[in-house]
């Protein structure tokens, strides 16, 4: 069990990981991206903003609320994003925002964690401590992977979330590419007599596009007899890096909201959703792709077509979906 | 963190021909980016694609 003094050590070690990331940013900005005048205060007021989740106390119809406040959110921040510079490109957006949300998260988390061990020391209240007991060994896990995460969003490299994009941008070269909806990118090609429809985030900007929105417009024009998900998945403790696991279902995280649309429309059309996962600490997830990961690459793309050999007939059309942020990642 | 602090991650591009298929090894520069075309060949002069970037920690 975690003692009360290293709970105390380990939201000092949050406040330095905060600390850092913020100095980290602003350097970046600064140095690297020639911003109009000083951003240091501008950036310092972004740090602070927090999103309110819509009402839960009638959860029906609770998705699209959700999906509007996060756009709302997305456009707002790449909106100021852009203000901060005379000249900035689409590729650089999305690092920045990438970033600010790796700061605004540790801030959360230190901000949140040290509530709760000084509320509990404050009223003297040893269980409010309990929760942070067990709480503590995944939030720093989870916020060294974040601080970690910057050098290779600040270089533009892969990372081990970015698996499903590779997989399926790979599967795209030499195929024309159209935009489909929001940083979202749509392919079409052909395996074994059956017709493909190739989706993933417009790479390689630091974005896991608008998938949900993408395979909505997609089913006006195209029916999939079967959707293949592709997406990285945090292993298990004792689970290999880098194994390949195959299932049923949409394979997807994040908030929510794409995933429900995704399996809104195929439960509506009756369409069966497969999904193929790449397995990774959460640390792999966000950090430069390991070479482990990326050796993966070609064996799920054998994996897909088995599948696609094994539950479709010739004639058939297969949408297969990149899920994951595809920084670094091209089509 | 002491050992956290030894370590540190190495970063590779690894590209392909796309007329021979020779697959060559080298240290990422800025810039890459998978998928995308950069050089050519010194054997047979194709276009080379880059397929991978990854990283790989030395030191424990």
Sequence with gaps: MVSSNEIKKSIDKLEKFRNDAKAEFVNYVKKSLNPLGDPGKKLEDFFEYFTIMPVDLDPNGIVPKINHLVRSRDDFTKMHVKSLFTEISEFEITKVQNLLEIVTTLQMFHKATRHLYLTAKKQKNLPLILPLQMMIPFVMEESQALKDAMTALKNGQPIGDGIGPMVVGGMMIEHEKQKVSFQTVLSESEFEDRKLLLVKAEGPNATVGRLGEAVEKIFSANKPDLIIMVDASLKLEGEDSASIAKGFGAAMGGIGTDRFQIEDIATNNSIPILAIVIKQSIHEALTIMTKGIADQASSVRSEIQEMIRDNTQPKQTVMIIGVGNTLGVSQ | ?60
């Design chain 2, 1 to 60: 963190m002491k050992d956290a602090d030894k370590k540190f991650t190495v970063s590779y591009t690894n590209l392909e021909c796309k007329s021979c298929k020779k697959s060559l090894t080298r240290k990422f520069e800025s810039g890459d980016i998978v998928f995308e075309e950069n050089g050519t060949c010194d054997e047979c002069d194709g276009n080379l694609l880059i397929v991978k970037i990854f990283g790989e920690v030395i030191g424990q």
